[in-house]
C-alpha cells in the first residue's frame, strides 16, 4: 500500500518474553509493522513463530506472569496500546480492534445462549438496551449468513455446527464496527469448503465495513486470494516483509523462498516428492546471535552466524532480513 | 445447504427428527433427573415437609406452639396431643412444625452465606490466581484447620444473648437464630471455596473465556457471566447438600444448648429437653429425630439425583 498515508495501527520494537520454567522463552523478539486504513495483512509463519504472541500482545491478553512485554510500542490513533490500563483496553478490545479465534469449538462459552454472547459486546460498548442490541445481532447474524437469525437468537453453540459457529464469531466481532479485525487462523479448524466460505465472507464484510484486517496464517495459498501486504515471520523474527505480488513474484529471503517451495500444487505434474525445509526451528529458550534460519537456511555463510541481518529495504515497500542482497546475490 | 435437503424430500419420520426441536440444557437435566427414583423420592419427601412445617402453621397457632400447661407435662401420644407433650407440657406436633420452620430456615439461609462467601472466595482466587489465590487459600485453609464442631461451639457460647430478640410479621424470634445462621453459614464455606477455586483454576483456560476479553469483556463480567455459569453443577450439588448439613449442625448445638433459645422451638433443641428421657418418655426424641433424619435424607438423595443429572460426564441409562 502507499506510503504517504499514516498507519492505523503501527507497532515498533515488539519484545514478548515468557518465564516458564524451563527458562525465558523469547516469544516475540523486536517486531515492528504498520496496518494501513483498509487494507488486509497477513501474517505468516510455522506454528510457534510468535504471530498470535505478536496480536496478542497488542491486545493486552498476554496473561503477565508469566509473560511479560519487555519492550515496544503499538500506536492506534495516538494511543500507545501497551501502556493502555486494563480498563482503557476494555473499552478497545471488540469495540476499535476486535479479534476472531481458531478453534470456534471452543470460542463460543458452552452454556450461554448465541444471542447472549454477540449481544455482551454491543450493550457494555455502545449502552444499548437489550431490545435494539437483539436488534443489531439479528442483523449481524443475517450479514454473516445464517438462516432464519432471529430464531437462532436463543440457540446454544453445540446447536451450531463448526463452519457456523466461526460465522457466530465473526459476526461477534463485528457487532461494534471495529475499525481493526485480527483473525487468528480463523480458518485452520475447518474444512476446505468451508474455509473457502469463511475468506469470502471476510472478504466480502471488509468492503462493505471499510476496516482493516490482520489476518494469521500458516496457509499461504489463504493469504495469496486474501491479502494486500504479507509479513513473513519465523521463530519470532519478522524475516521479509512485502506486497502480496512481490512476495510470491520475487521473494527476498530464503526463508520465504523455501517456504513457497515447499507449497503443494494441483496445477503442476507431480515429477518429485513435495519439498521441505530440513531442520527444525530454533529453541526459542536461548536468543540467537545470528539469523534464526542460519542453520536451515542454504545459502547461509559465516556472517549469518555472527550478527543477526536487520530488515534491509529491497524495494518498494519491501523489506528482507538477510545478509544476500537479493539484486546481486552477494553478501552486503 | 438447506435447500438441498428440502429437495431431496427426505421421509415423513426423518422429517420429523430434523423438526423436533432440540431439547435444551434443562430439558436434558430434568430427563436425567426423572430416572434417579430415589432423587424423585427425596424431592417429594422434602415437598411435603415444607407443606406440613409452613400449611401447619394454619392449624396450630405459635402461641399454642409455646403454651406450657405443666398439669399435661410428659404425655403419651393421645388424640388430644398427636405427638404427646413435653417436659413443660407443650404440645410436640405444634412444636415440631415451628421447630421445622427454623430449621428449615436456618439451613436454607445457612446455605446462602456459606454460597456467597465460598462462591466469591473459589472464584476470585480461581480467577486471579498469582498473590490473591495464595492468599486466600492459606486463609481457607486456616479456617478449615480448625475444627468446625468446637468452632461452632465457641462462637455460639461467645455470641448467646448478645442479640436481642427479633420482631418479623408479628413474630418473635430468638436472636440465637441469626447468630446460628451466620456462624454455620462463616463456618462451612471452605470446602465449597475449594471446589470452586479448582473449577475456576480449569475453566478460565477455556478458549471462550480469551475470546470473551477479546471483545472487551470486564474480568466481573467474565467471572460471574461466563464462568459461574459453567461451573454451576458442583455448587448446586454442594449447595443442597449444605442444607442437611447446616440443619444437622443447627441440631448439634442446640442439643448441647448453645443452639437456638427456648421458647423459640427447632428440631435441635426440641431433642436437647429429651436427653433425660430416652427411655420413659420416647416419643420426646423419636418425632423431631425422624423429621430431620427424614429431612437431611431427603436432602442428600436429592443432592444426588442432581450430581447425576447436572454432570454432563455420568450420562449413564
Known amino acids: 500500500m502507499s506510503n504517504h498515508q499514516e498507519p492505523i495501527l503501527s507497532v515498533k520494537h515488539l519484545k514478548t518474553r515468557f518465564h516458564t520454567a524451563e ?51 503499538a500506536h492506534y490513533l495516538e494511543r500507545d496500546l501497551l501502556k ?48 435494539e442490541a437483539n436488534q443489531r445481532a439479528v442483523e449481524m447474524l443475517e450479514s454473516v449468513g445464517i438462516p432464519d437469525p432471529a430464531s437462532r437468537l436463543k440457540s446454544y453453540p453445540h446447536q451450531f455446527s463448526g463452519g457456523m459457529r466461526q460465522r457466530v464469531m465473526i459476526a461477534m466481532a463485528l457487532a461494534c464496527s471495529p475499525n481493526v479485525l485480527i483473525a487468528d487462523e480463523p ?6 469448503t468451508i474455509q473457502a466460505q469463511i475468506m469470502e465472507l471476510v472478504h466480502e464484510i471488509r468492503q462493505r465495513m471499510s476496516m482493516s484486517i490482520i489476518w494469521i496464517t ?16 519465523y521463530a519470532g523474527y519478522i524475516m ?37 525445509i530440513p531442520g527444525a526451528p530454533p529453541n526459542l529458550l536461548v536468543e540467537p546471535v545470528g539469523c534464526p534460519f542460519t542453520a536451515r537456511c542454504q545459502l547461509a555463510f559465516e556472517h549469518c552466524r555472527i550478527e543477526r541481518p536487520p530488515l534491509f529495504t529491497t524495494g518498494e515497500g519491501h523489506q528482507a532480513a538477510c545478509w544476500l542482497d537479493p539484486k546481486t546475490g ?3 | 445447504m438447506n435447500s438441498s435437503l428440502e429437495s431431496s424430500s427426505p421421509a415423513p419420520a426423518v422429517q420429523d427428527m430434523l423438526e423436533a426441536p432440540p431439547l435444551t440444557l434443562g430439558q436434558l437435566t430434568w430427563r436425567r433427573f426423572r430416572r434417579h427414583k430415589m432423587a424423585i423420592f427425596g424431592a417429594v419427601t422434602l415437598f411435603l415437609l ?19 400447661e405443666t398439669g399435661a407435662r410428659l404425655q403419651a401420644p393421645s388424640s388430644t396431643h398427636p405427638f404427646g407433650t413435653d417436659t413443660i407440657g407443650r404440645d410436640i406436633l405444634a412444636r415440631t412444625i415451628y421447630g421445622g420452620q427454623i430449621s428449615l430456615f436456618i439451613g436454607l439461609t445457612a446455605v446462602i452465606i456459606e454460597l456467597l462467601m465460598g462462591v466469591m472466595i473459589g472464584a476470585i482466587s480461581g480467577y486471579y490466581g498469582g498473590r490473591i489465590d495464595a492468599l486466600l487459600m492459606r486463609f481457607t485453609e486456616a479456617v478449615l484447620n480448625i475444627p468446625q464442631i468446637f468452632l461452632l461451639l465457641v462462637m455460639a457460647k461467645f455470641f448467646a444473648g448478645k442479640l436481642p430478640n427479633i420482631q418479623v410479621l408479628g413474630r418473635t424470634f430468638s436472636g440465637s437464630v441469626v447468630v446460628i445462621i451466620f456462624i454455620i453459614g462463616l463456618t462451612s464455606w471452605p470446602y465449597l471455596a475449594r471446589i470452586v477455586r479448582a473449577e475456576f483454576l480449569s475453566l478460565k483456560e477455556n478458549d471462550f473465556v480469551m475470546a470473551a476479553r477479546a471483545t472487551g469483556t470486564s474480568s466481573t463480567e467474565i467471572i460471574f457471566r461466563h464462568i459461574l455459569p459453567n461451573s454451576i453443577a458442583p455448587i448446586v ?35 436437647e429437653g429429651a436427653y433425660n428421657y430416652i427411655e420413659s418418655s420416647p416419643w420426646l426424641w423419636f418425632f423431631p429425630g425422624m423429621l430431620i433424619l427424614l429431612t437431611t435424607l431427603s436432602i442428600n438423595f436429592l443432592g444426588d439425583g442432581l450430581r447425576d443429572a447436572l454432570d454432563p460426564h455420568s450420562r449413564a441409562a
Open chain 1, 187 to 192: 480458518t485452520t479448524a475447518l474444512d476446505v
Open chain 1, 23 to 73: 527458562g525465558t522463552v523469547y516469544a516475540v523478539n523486536d517486531v515492528s509493522f504498520d496496518l494501513y486504513d483498509k487494507e488486509t495483512l497477513a501474517v505468516v509463519g510455522e506454528s510457534g513463530c510468535g504471530k498470535s504472541v505478536t496480536m496478542m500482545s497488542i491486545l493486552g491478553l498476554i496473561p503477565i506472569p508469566p509473560g511479560e512485554i519487555a519492550a515496544g510500542e
Open chain 1, 240 to 276: 521479509e516483509q512485502a506486497s502480496v505480488i512481490d512476495l510470491y513474484e520475487q521473494p527476498h529471503h530464503p526463508y520465504t523462498l523455501a517456504l513457497l517451495a515447499a507449497l503443494p500444487r494441483v496445477d503442476l505434474r507431480r515429477e518429485h516428492r513435495l519439498l521441505s
Open chain 2, 237 to 271: 450439588v454442594s449447595g443442597t447438600l449444605g442444607v442437611a448439613n447446616a440443619i444437622l449442625s443447627e441440631a448439634y448445638i442446640s442439643f448441647l444448648g448453645m443452639g437456638v433459645q427456648p421458647p423459640t422451638a427447632t428440631w435441635g433443641n426440641m431433642l
Open chain 1, 218 to 233: 500458516h496457509d499461504l495459498g489463504v493469504v495469496a486470494g486474501m491479502a494486500d501486504r504479507v509479513i513473513v515471520m
Open chain 2, 50 to 68: 415444607f407443606i406440613y412445617s409452613f400449611g401447619g402453621a394454619f392449624i396450630f397457632s405459635e402461641q399454642y406452639a409455646n403454651f406450657t
Open chain 1, 330 to 332: 552477494k553478501p552486503r
Open chain 1, 84 to 131: 493502555c490500563t486494563e480498563n482503557e483496553m476494555e473499552t478497545i478490545r471488540g469495540r476499535e480492534i476486535a479479534m476472531v479465534f481458531q478453534d470456534p469449538m471452543t470460542s463460543l462459552n458452552p452454556v450461554l445462549s448465541i444471542g447472549h454472547q454477540i449481544t455482551e459486546s454491543l450493550r457494555c460498548h455502545l449502552n444499548m438496551n437489550q431490545e
